[in-house]
């Protein structure tokens, strides 16, 4: 059984591989869900419940999440909100919106905030 940070870990190298191969739609979405996880891991090693019941939490909750249980500093806390409110905007322009054209630079820079937002919880990655 994998853990949300191995699941991280893998979104983050699919994110990487898609985007070498110029699949942009598919490296956005591996990106968001890379964060994603790391923040899940990051909630469920602290014991936060979700709602509903569920194992993770829901994507609009995330950044909320991150506010209140994680020990962050302010600009911290301020940074990891930005970026995944941006990484869900991104994931959802790729997945549900095919008249949005996505570009490698702006993959890459989608790339970049999610390899801040794994960093943060302490992930190495390659």
């Not at 956005?28 to 869900?33: D, G, I, L, Q």
């Not at 993770?56 to 249980?69: G, I, K, M, R």
């Not at 301020?78 to 054209?101: C, F, N, Q, S, V």
């Amino acid at each position: 059984m994998a853990t949300w940070q191995e699941m991280s870990l893998d979104n983050l190298q699919a994110a990487k591989t898609l985007t070498g191969e110029g699949r942009l739609r598919s490296a956005v979405s591996r990106s968001y869900y890379a964060a994603y996880c790391a923040v899940t891991a990051a909630l469920a090693a602290r014991g936060v419940g979700f709602a509903r019941g569920w194992n993770n939490p829901a994507h609009e909750q995330l950044p909320d999440l991150v506010s209140n249980n994680l020990p962050l500093s302010p600009d911290r806390r301020r940074r990891l909100r930005k970026a995944l409110r941006i990484l869900r905007r991104a994931r959802e322009d790729a997945d549900y919106r095919p008249g949005i054209t996505l570009d490698r630079q702006a993959t890459l820079a989608y790339l970049r905030t999610t390899i801040f937002v794994v960093e943060a919880f302490g992930m190495t990655h390659d």
